[in-house]
Each structure stands twice: as C-alpha cells, then as structure tokens.
C-alpha cells in the first residue's frame, strides 16, 4: 500500500533589512564608485538598472548610502574587501534576520511541535552553521533534528522543500521548519566586468522561512504534490558561484535567459507527465525573478498572456533577487493577493548554477 501522507507548506514569513536603496541611487553610487567623471558610464549605469524592473533593494550594510560615513566594507573602491571579512558580518548579521522570518512565520503556530530545522544559504558559511545558532536562540526543543543546504544558489529551496517532504512521508506527525537568508550583497565586487556589472545591479538580501507539516493550516496551505529537477550542462559556464579570496563570485551571463527558455517547457512537461496533468490544467504560476529577462522569456515560451506572473514581477520590483528566499516572497505574495481557490494547481520553478532548474507542484486548499 503506498503511503498517502501529503506535505503541505502550512505558514510562510518574510524579512528584509532596514537598509532600503532605490536602484536609481544605487545606479548612482555605483557610477561615482567605478568613474565619477565618465558622464557616458553615468548613463551606462542608469540605463542598465532601470531596465532591471526593480525599484528597491535591500542591504545589511548602510554602505551604499553616498552620505555613509563609517562603510563597514566598502570604504575604499580600489580595495576588495577580504572574504573573512565579508563573512564576519554573515555571522553577525544572517542569524537575527533568519529569526524575524521565522517568528512572523510562526504567529498562530507552537513552536515546541517543530521536529526538524532546515537552514538554506549560499552566502556565508561556517561550523557550528546558522542551523545550530538558531536552535539556541528560538529555545527549539533538544530533539529538534537540524539539517543545512548550503551553496547552492538560488534554487536552493526546492533541495530543502524534497529534504522536508522525505521527513515527513517517514513521519507523519513531523513538522519541519524551513528557513532560507541570503546577505548578497556583502559580496559585491568593485569590477566593471559584464558579470559583475549584471549581479551588482539585481542582488538584494533577505530572508524567508515556511513551516511544513502533514496537516493542514489555519488558512490556505499548499500541498505539495510533485517535484523534479533539470540540468542544462551547457550552461554550467554562464551562471557559477565561487569562493575567492576577495569573496565569493558570481558568473552570470546575459545567455542565461535563453537556456531557461530552453528548459522549461521540458521540465513542466515532465512534472505534469508523472501527474497526468496537462499545462492548462495549471491555474498559476511562481517562477522565481532570477532578472526581468528570465520571466519575459518564462511568459513567452509558457504563453501566459493574463499577468499570471504579477507575484513574480511584484516581487523583483520590491526587493530584487534575494537567491534562494526569493520563491517564498513570491509564493507569499501571491496568498496575499487571495485569488487562490481550493483544488487549483500551483507551479513554482527556481534556477541556479549549473544551469540547474527545479520545480514544484501544488495543489491549493483554502479553508474559508
């Protein structure tokens, strides 16, 4: 007899720094940073973070205000800040703001029933890991088993979603918290190259967290009812992350969009093959805003015509790309807009290096 136990996300929270820049500022702080005096890179700079569709970025760091007196890194724009210490302020500063998504998360929730922590981040690092800290600092119960996903990018919550459902399935009483937080911005890099320029100008931090459990929430759950994975080998050149002394770097190339294109419509058709489910048989859509290309090229080759991607685009207006929490913003964003009705399907799909794309399948139950 199969088992019919179902993982549900039953509750989702949200944070952000209190660091908020308008990224026609940060176009600006960037010209004066990289050439002052070159009126054409000026342009160059505005032109290209206007076109992101992002309004606002967040940041730990009060470093990209013109008036910061005291930068905590970036100080002098022909020194690269060590990797040491970008990560000093990682470990100050990604546990507090994992904290406050948890307990919006938990509101109406006992946490003495968590069973298992999961950590995801891929921008900083260290033993004992965020997953410890925060198990001391929220009182979990010793029990509480801890797990990390680390370094992956910014797919990295689906990994941490097939971790919880796999808990789960093998005890149904289990109810496995998630917490994702990414600072990328301490890892900002003081080079004019294309992959530099592009990830300086969408990169923001935050962080989310969502409870999973077998039972349903006190409001809209999502049940999930599939997962998979592609990989696009050819693109393991245009979209890395590695660490270096001068940080942790990021490829990202402007071909990034197409290879998406390429992957997409082959890994819904296989997530809905194993379901006997049809690409109009889903009501809509979380694609994570990896950039405005990514979701231009998603709504073309998914030919999506009625906004079904406003979460996305809301999203990436608000807070820009936050790697790995940025699906559960997303996913967050659309149970506040409250046009999900029980029995719809939901696709949410993440992409990262590799070129690796994940997704997963819900289904909507609403208890109104």
């Not at 160059?44 to 007196?69: A, G």
């Amino acid at each position: 007899m199969g088992n019919k136990t179902n993982t549900r996300i039953v509750s989702i929270g949200t944070a952000v720094p209190e660091n908020v820049y308008l990224q026609t500022d940060l176009a600006d702080w960037m010209h004066q940073r990289l050439d002052s005096n070159n009126t054409r890179m000026g342009r160059l700079f505005r032109t290209l973070y206007r076109k992101t569709r992002i309004e606002k970025r967040y940041s730990v760091l009060k470093d990209f205000n013109q008036s910061c007196s005291n930068p905590a890194l970036f100080a002098d724009a022909s020194i690269e800040p060590k990797v040491e210490e970008r990560l000093s302020i990682y470990e100050k500063e990604a546990t507090s703001l994992a904290e406050f998504a948890i307990n919006k998360c938990l509101v109406g929730h006992n946490k003495d029933n968590i069973t298992h922590l999961i950590t995801v981040s891929c921008t900083g690092m260290s033993s004992p890991g965020i997953e410890i800290q925060l198990k001391q600092k929220l009182a979990l119960k010793q029990n509480v088993q801890t797990h990390a996903v680390n370094f992956i990018g910014c797919y990295a919550f689906f990994p941490a979603l097939k971790m919880a459902d796999a808990f789960i399935k093998a005890d149904p009483k289990a109810q496995v918290l998630i917490v994702a937080v990414e600072l990328c911005t301490l890892h900002f890099q003081n080079k004019d190259s294309d992959d530099h320029l592009l990830s300086n100008s969408l990169f923001s931090d935050g962080a989310a967290a969502c409870l999973c459990s077998s039972e349903p929430g006190n409001n809209a759950s999502l049940m999930l009812k599939g997962t998979d994975q592609l990989l696009i080998p050819k693109g393991e050149n245009d979209m890395a992350w590695n660490i270096h002394s001068e940080g942790f770097l990021m490829k990202l190339s402007s071909y990034i969009p197409q290879l998406v294109d390429e992957g997409i419509k082959d890994l819904i058709e296989k997530l809905l093959g194993d379901k006997n489910l049809e690409r109009q048989d889903i009501r809509h859509w979380a694609i994570h805003p990896g950039g405005r290309k990514i979701l231009e090229v998603c709504e073309a080759e998914l030919q999506l015509k009625n906004n079904e991607l406003r979460a996305s685009y809301t999203t990436l207006k608000n807070f820009g790309n936050m790697s790995a929490p940025t699906i559960l913003f997303v996913l967050e964003q659309m149970l506040k807009d409250n046009e999900l009705a029980n029995g719809e399907n939901l696709f949410a799909c993440g992409f990262g290096p590799g070129l690796t794309l994940e997704a997963a399948l819900f289904e909507i139950e609403t208890h109104a």
